[in-house]
């Protein structure tokens, strides 16, 4: 069975960082691409980064680009988010989501999500 | 950027069927994935590259693509497929998979 779990989450100052992270079990972790998708509170979902097998090919949403910065370790079946200058709408929950594919495909697995909030 | 359009809400009654739209330019050539979540959960993937059916999803959700819209139809509803529902398309002129606005779907 597909697990995910995030966690890292918090509560943080504007302009702080925060890394969080994603541990994978249940499937051969670097056949995939995974990515981070956030859901700011009450709204929909936005992708956030994503990132191929290999970490050959990587891509932010506008949004994050410039302060996150997203990574793996295939040895540790683990995905990184490291968050940035984070601001207040960077308020969200984030949810570790695995790829169909090695490349980018579309979200087949999702974790529960860890909590973000940006506030001072 | 591409959008993606759906409409806020959609009611429905118990046994009958709701269709959920997903507006975007030219969206049948794209491939379209589809995601439920209920209040309080993760989302799941109900429907991938315009009409497949991952296991253990049930038969009444059914997806289809052309022209300028894509639909998701859920058949014989449920009062248990009361939820969010966002379609996704990750084209190959878009670095972004844009998701949809989002359509509630509430069983009357």
């Known amino acids: 069975e597909v697990q995910l779990v995030e966690s890292g989450g918090g509560l943080v100052q504007p302009g702080r960082s925060l890394r969080l992270s994603c541990a994978a079990s249940?499937?051969?972790?670097?056949?995939?691409?995974m990515h981070w998708v956030r859901q700011a509170p009450g709204k929909g979902l936005e992708w956030v980064s994503g990132?191929?097998?290999?970490?050959?090919?990587?891509g932010y949403a506008d949004s994050v680009k410039g302060r996150f910065t997203i990574s793996r370790d295939n040895a540790k079946n683990s995905l990184y988010l490291q968050m940035n200058s984070l601001r207040a709408e960077d308020t969200a929950l984030y949810y570790c989501?695995?790829?169909?594919?090695?490349?980018?495909?579309?979200?087949?697995?999702w974790g529960q999500g860890t909590l973000v909030t940006v506030s001072s | 950027s591409y959008v993606l359009t759906q409409p806020p809400s959609v009611s429905v009654a118990p046994g009958k069927t709701a269709r959920i739209t997903c507006g975007g330019n030219?969206?049948?050539?794209?491939?379209v994935h589809w995601y439920q979540q209920k209040p309080g959960q993760a989302p799941v993937l109900v429907i991938y590259?315009?009409?497949g059916r991952p296991s253990g999803i049930p038969e009444r959700f059914s997806g289809s693509s052309s022209g300028n819209t894509a639909t998701l139809t859920i058949s014989r509803v449920e009062a248990g497929d009361e939820a969010d529902y966002y379609c996704?398309?990750?084209?190959?002129?878009?670095?972004?998979?844009?998701f949809g606005t989002g359509t509630k779907v509430t069983v009357l």
């Open positions: 590259y315009d009409s």
């Open positions: 030219n969206i049948g050539s794209q491939s």
């Open positions: 996704q398309v990750w084209g190959s002129s878009s670095d972004h998979p844009p």
């Open positions: 990132i191929s097998w290999n970490s050959d090919s990587i």
């Open positions: 989501a695995k790829d169909s594919g090695s490349g980018w495909t579309y979200f087949q697995h």
């Open positions: 249940g499937f051969t972790f670097d056949d995939y691409a």
